[in-house]
């Protein structure tokens, strides 16, 4: 049995004698792997050689039919993939209605190509597309799409074997549907991609557009430039910006130039959505390519020098005026490139760096026509080391200057060495004076706009730190730095500031005598030689209940709830005297010098009476009594 990936089966089966369908078992399937009964669909979703037995499981020797010659339990199946899919029609492969389209499939393994079959699915016509013919089998399957309403909506679907060949849903068109407009050359100027602006000064020239969509469409219409080349999602075009006389530039509204204006619009389907078209305006002058030069005006300095990281902003112009945002910068660190009249990078390492603006190439420099343009040469260094020293050594304290030196590598650009501090605007009540400066060292000095311990300042050398907030704090220099809580200009203890500049308290290891602590073992366990509130553990009457206790209240009042042991006061029985209590020996002898009511053991007349044998207990009408005898009798 031949059959491609994903085409489903369906397989019957009877028994001899008949009766005894329901139990036939199915086995060696695909999708589902088994079944039973007399009937079994399954599919086999790659492809192979396959068996399906009906019966009991297959035996290691193989089966033995019972009922003989003449009778087969078992099929087997060849399993093609379709391995490829193109199709073609008059337009590509775009589907039109009324063109005949072509579609053509290949097999895996080679040679089923003739078993392929195909089916077109339109949902019975139910967006008024029809196909003709519908059905076909072999390696090629033509097929005619018309519209049975006159709709200009298509919806149809066609298989090769379960591969989609076609999947065109003519849906109104995604609301996410967008494109840009690209402006890829003007030559000889631009040469770098960028946004196509709504209007462009040009010298006369040919002009090249890219045009991109973020979802699929059919095709692009271009008004003003002429196609070359286009898939689902991008197209591009060129055109030929030629100068007009001065007649038509005046009748233009343009003295000097005139509007040209390229318009592309995306076609989801068949028809054009022009609220999705992008359009750019040339002004196109009558001036030559080859006239116009481009000059770098700022900075100024040859060669300039900067530090690694340092941004620079540069100008160009043109001359003549008016083509500044045709200029392309070249050669830049971090961007390297830009386009128009200003551009803004940085060198982030030391070396030798060479910014070009005007087109990518310099033509005057290779003999061919083009523009002139302009460069400009940096040296960059990098700072190499960086050392501050204070009347405190390194430590920074507000009312004492602090000097910051460096290095550069290569040497010998120390005096080009910028100094910044940042304060955040005062925002934690730290100012400097100064705040800026230039050369191999700086000095400033740091103070208070408000009282405050608080202190938050940078500095940097270039773009190198020389002071970070992140450094570690240094306790000690009396300003409240992050992670301390607080700095008392000290390193002496239990003075409310610890010497690593914590706040001290019970719990912090550091014993305080002056601040009432007896012990700090820095633990919150309370029941070792140090209680959690810095007292010496002290036994039984210190108030911490510390097992074996059950109790501890700290008095001397063995009566109350808790007794001067650190027992629980249980009363009569627990071997405490308490009132009314006349005695309590603890124990369950009725008859010993305590009775077990607490009451003393006076003899006879006592409601008491020994006996060997018998205790007897009885409840008096007026209240509770206890009468027990107690033998000997006197």
Not at 67 to 73: L, P
Not at 109 to 138: C, Q
Not at 214 to 223: G, K, Q
């Amino acid at each position: 049995m031949i059959g491609y990936a994903g085409k489903l089966f369906l397989c019957h089966a009877k028994t001899i004698p008949s009766g005894y369908e329901p139990l036939i078992e199915w086995t060696g399937g695909g999708s589902p792997v088994s079944g039973h009964g007399a009937e079994f669909s399954t599919m086999y979703l790659s492809k192979g050689s396959y068996t399906v037995h009906a019966g009991p499981a297959p035996r290691p020797g193989g089966w033995e039919s019972p009922s003989g010659a003449g009778t087969r339990n078992t099929v087997k199946f060849k399993i093609y993939e379709v391995s490829s899919i193109s199709r073609e029609s008059s337009r590509g492969q775009i589907v039109w209605y009324g063109y005949p389209i072509t579609f053509r499939a290949t097999t895996d393994p080679p040679g089923y190509e003739g078993d392929v079959p195909w089916r077109v699915e339109t949902h019975d016509h139910a967006w008024g597309t029809a196909a003709d013919p519908e059905t076909g089998v072999g390696p090629i399957f033509t097929t005619t799409f018309r519209s049975l309403d006159g709709t200009d909506r298509l919806w149809a679907q066609v298989y090769a074997g379960a591969a989609a060949a076609l999947d065109e849903q003519d849906e109104p068109p995604d609301p996410r549907l967008g494109m840009t407009l690209y402006l890829e050359s003007v030559a000889p100027f631009v040469k770098i991609s960028r946004a196509a602006p709504q209007t462009l000064r040009v010298p006369r020239a040919d002009v090249t557009l890219f045009a991109q969509t973020n979802i699929p469409v059919d095709h692009f219409i271009w008004a003003g430039a002429e196609e070359i080349s286009h898939d689902r999602t991008s197209s591009t075009a060129r055109a030929v910006l030629a100068d007009v006389g001065p007649d038509q530039r005046v009748q233009a509204g343009e003295p000097d130039a005139r509007p040209y204006t390229v318009k592309v619009t995306p076609v989801p389907r068949f028809q054009p959505l022009e609220e999705k078209s992008r359009s750019v305006t040339f002004l196109v002058t009558h001036n030559d390519p080859r006239d116009v030069s481009v000059i770098i005006t700022d900075p100024t300095e040859a060669p300039m020098i900067g530090h690694a990281g340092r941004t620079f902003l540069c100008d160009a112009r043109t001359s003549p005026p008016g083509y500044e945002d045709l200029i392309e910068w070249t050669g830049g660190g971090h961007p390297s490139s830009g386009t128009g009249p200003q551009f803004s990078t940085a060198y982030l390492s030391k070396g030798n760096y060479t910014l070009k603006a005007g087109p990518e190439t310099d033509p005057a420099e290779t003999g061919s026509d083009g523009p002139s343009g302009s460069q400009i040469e940096f040296r960059i260094y990098d700072i190499a080391s960086i050392a501050r020293q204070s009347p405190f050594g390194q430590t920074v304290s507000y009312g004492f200057p602090i000097t910051f030196t460096a290095t550069t590598d290569p040497s010998g650009f120390e005096q080009y060495i910028p100094w910044r501090v940042d304060t955040m605007d005062h925002m934690w009540g730290t100012a400097a004076d100064p705040e800026e400066g230039t050369g191999p060292s700086f000095t400033t000095t740091f103070f208070r706009l408000y009282d405050t311990t608080l202190f938050w300042a940078q500095v940097y050398a270039g773009e190198e730190k020389a002071l970070a907030q992140s450094d570690p704090p240094i306790c000690g220099n009396g300003i409240v730095e992050p992670g301390e809580q607080c700095d008392d200009h000290n390193n002496v203890p239990c003075d409310g500031c610890s010497p690593t500049c914590k706040n001290e308290s019970c719990g912090d290891g550091i014993l305080c005598p002056n601040q009432g602590e007896q012990c700090d073992d820095g633990n919150t366990n309370d029941c070792d030689s140090c209680h959690n509130n810095c007292t010496a553990n002290t036994g039984c009457g210190d108030l911490h209940v510390c097992a074996p206790e059950q109790c501890d209240d700290g008095n001397t009042n063995d009566c109350d709830p808790c007794h001067n042991n650190c027992t629980a006061n249980t009363g009569c029985g627990d071997l405490h005297v308490c009132a009314p209590e006349q005695c309590d020996d603890g124990n369950s002898n009725d008859c010993d010098p305590c009775h077990n009511d607490c009451t003393t053991n006076t003899g006879c007349g006592d409601l008491q009476r020994r006996s060997s044998a018998t205790r007897l207990v009885r409840t008096a009408a007026r209240g509770r009594a206890r009468a027990v005898v107690c033998a000997p009798l006197g």
